[in-house]
């Protein structure tokens, strides 16, 4: 594995610490009360900053480690992050392994064409790639995507109603009230 000189930087400056300030848990870390610092008590800041910014200030025993990278790298995935999780470089050796199996197998029960009965292993294989992809694929079914999605609908189906409940009461409201207001017709004169 590669080290960074900034991950280098930061280890050499935790194993320059005491044994106490290493070891220091949880409880120990918490800054000491009304500014009495007891000793091996120091508390130690790993900060990366970017670009520019400043470097923050150790207060009291404090030790503040600052690592510098470049204002390129302020919003990026983090270098051990980066990459493709699928290469195959980053395949477990086992399942390497497993497919590595059945290589140059021949005969009975190996779906080849040479030897004898070397197309009885064909539906073993098969059965096997099968199993294999159903169990990498996604497994949501339709019957789930379904229930998922009518779930979801019936969720807002109350609100939903509820609102327009509201209009319909308010139309009619209004309605009343606009045929209240309105005089009736007078007859016209021949």
Known sequence: MKTTPIIAAMLMAAAALPASAQQAGPAEAQAPAAGAAAPGSER??????????P?????????????RKGEEERYRIPEPLRGDPNAPANQAWGERVKSMEYVGRTGTESCSATGPGGFTGCFNQLARLAKAERQQADNASWKD??????????????????????????????????TAQTPAPQPSAP
């Open 44 to 53: 130690v800041n790993l900060v990366i900053v970017y670009g520019d910014d």
């Open 55 to 67: 470097c923050p200030q150790s207060e009291g025993s404090d030790i503040v480690v600052c690592a």
């Open 145 to 178: 995507l379904v229930e998922a999605e009518r779930a979801r609908r019936l969720s807002t189906i109350d609100a939903d109603s509820r609102e327009i409940e509201a209009r319909a009461v308010a139309e009619e409201k209004a309605k009343a009230a606009g």
